[in-house]
């Protein structure tokens, strides 16, 4: 079984209906059922999703937030981490959040970590592919 990685762009997409993002993270979904991935996320995540619809009082997402959540795999951000972390962080020059979302995929060793955030595009490691959705979609369609 493949362990996907979401960055917190995806979830924003689908919950909150952003076009024509929420179509390709939608395709994502069914390739990801195909494949038998399991979705995985952070604590990160789950945090930063959250920000938008507590600003604008938008109290119609958090229980889709919440029970989308629930359903799905979040790695707590623990001090356990923090080797890990700090390796991306130095060794790739990674923001700390972007740094921190990395680090939580390779502690439990997924396989996809799929962004939309073309400043991760450049980072590679031996077990962990990154992808843009477009490159994760591309993945699908070519024979």
Known sequence: ?????WDSNLFIYLIEEVQPFAQQVEQI???MRQ???????????????LVKPVREQRQDLLPK???LFAQISVVPIEPTLAKTFAQ???ERGIK???ALQLA????????????NDNRLSGFSHPVLSVHS???????????
């Open 1 to 5: 079984m493949n362990l996907t990685f």
């Open 29 to 31: 979904v069914l390739h």
């Open 35 to 49: 494949d038998r991935s399991l979705l995985i996320t952070s604590a990160l995540t789950v945090c930063e999703t």
């Open 65 to 67: 937030y919440q029970e």
């Open 88 to 90: 991306v962080r130095a």
């Open 96 to 98: 700390t959040p972007d």
């Open 104 to 115: 939580c995929a390779l502690k439990v060793n997924a396989q996809h970590f799929i962004t």
């Open 133 to 143: 959705m477009q490159s994760y979609l591309a993945r699908f369609t070519q024979s």
